[in-house]
């Protein structure tokens, strides 16, 4: 299956810097980047609950923001979201 991961790392701090870089290196192991926080994964299940577990230990919930997408399946579209602004409003325009 192909996911897009987003991410958004609150890099006020230098823990938070580190873990901008973190969550950058884990998403290169399993993909490539497309925009500067935007990876696209070919991924099998095994892998993609691995590559959640990781970034889910990495990031911080209260401070940061992760999405994962899964794409190329029209009729059944999945969507996981973690930490901050995990609100997702069907009736405005979704911008990856």
Do not use: W
């Amino acid at each position: 299956m192909q996911i897009v991961v987003a991410y958004d790392v609150n890099t006020e701090t230098a823990a938070g810097r580190r873990r901008l870089r973190k969550v950058a290196q884990i998403c290169l192991n399993f993909g490539q980047r497309v925009q500067k926080s935007v990876f696209e994964c070919q991924v099998n299940q095994a892998q993609l609950e691995q590559l959640i577990r990781q970034l889910r230990n990495e990031i911080d919930e209260g401070e940061d923001s992760l999405r994962l997408y899964r794409i190329m399946e029209p009729r059944d579209r999945h969507t996981y979201a973690y930490g901050i602004q995990h609100v997702l409003d069907f009736q405005e325009p979704l911008i990856l």
